[in-house]
């Protein structure tokens, strides 16, 4: 079973310099639907995060076309844009929930034709209509491809009253009981909608002054970072901490195959989910190949396959009953009430903002300085 959290290992320490085989195709008007075996003996240059690029759930259909896979992780998002900006050509990308407004403003992603896709009519609707799938103009730029709702883990027999509120965890009695990840995105963004500021993640200076200084008794009542999921799993097994802040379903699943029991639950400010989805970066030497490749990553049957390998939620309404295993524990009610931008808005403000609100560095100075 692949673990979401071994998704951002780096399987190369440095990039890849990359050829594709196929030639570039105009983007700028519709084509029409997904081109059949566009890929057959094509090359599939992917960068982004392993595990989501069909590696296993795609290897018939890749063998069936004589398609060769080629997969690099440059170490971090900003490498990423970096690898595309310089002119590397890869077909296709991962595009993350929390980074895909970046990666839209850097111009490193081509807006998506949905009509090319046989099965975009099938996403759930939750996802097809988020903002955060959108560039100011409109356009859609990634196509999910799996989801979370990012609840909170907790060990039930040691936390008899799950906390409502992320403010809840400001309280001396949790002092020394939680972890959380070192990073402002999910805390500074809960605490901001739990002061009533619904413009979260978009903040004023005075605003975010205010949630500074409760993110700072958050960091100080918790008893350290969780590296990962799995880090965070072990420290609640162990009984180290109580309760895991910006956790995932699957470490359920992993405590109980070690005979312990954890559940889940998520904070009145909202469940703050992520989507992982597929772009068609900037430099695409055969956009044809990655409309066709995208659409099977976002079929029935692999869409189920895909869930149940990473653990996640399924984005094709057909595959819902198809998922097995411990995918199975997702609420698809979040994904299929329609958008709510809420749930999957981004949870962290963009490098370029309107004047009187404070960009992604100030929050990420502003953590150094808590943290200092």
Known sequence: MKKRWLLAAAVSSALLVLTACGSSDDTSESQGP????????????????????????????????????????PGDWAQLIAAIKVGQPFELSTIPYHWAQRMIAAEVVQPIDTSRLTNWDKVASGLAESPSLRGEDGEIYGVPIAWGDAPYIYAPDRVSNPPKSITDLLDPSWKGRFVLFDAPDSPFYLLAKAHGFDESPLLTQEQLDVVVADAAKLVDNAAAFQSNYQDANDRLINKDVDLAVGGWEAQVAWAEEKGVTLDFGFFDEGRHGWWDGLAIPSTSENVDCAYEYIDQMISTEVQAELATNLVSGAVNTDAFDLVEGDAQSYDYSVVTGGANSDDFASSTPP?????????YQDWLDAWQKIKS
């Open 351 to 359: 490098e370029e903002v309107a004047d009187g609100y404070m960009n």
């Open 34 to 73: 997904v081109k059949e075996n566009a890929c057959e003996n094509a090359t599939i240059n992917f960068i982004g995060l392993e595990g989501e690029e069909g590696k296993v759930e795609l290897e018939d259909w890749r063998e069936e076309r004589g398609t060769k896979l080629v997969s690099s992780w």
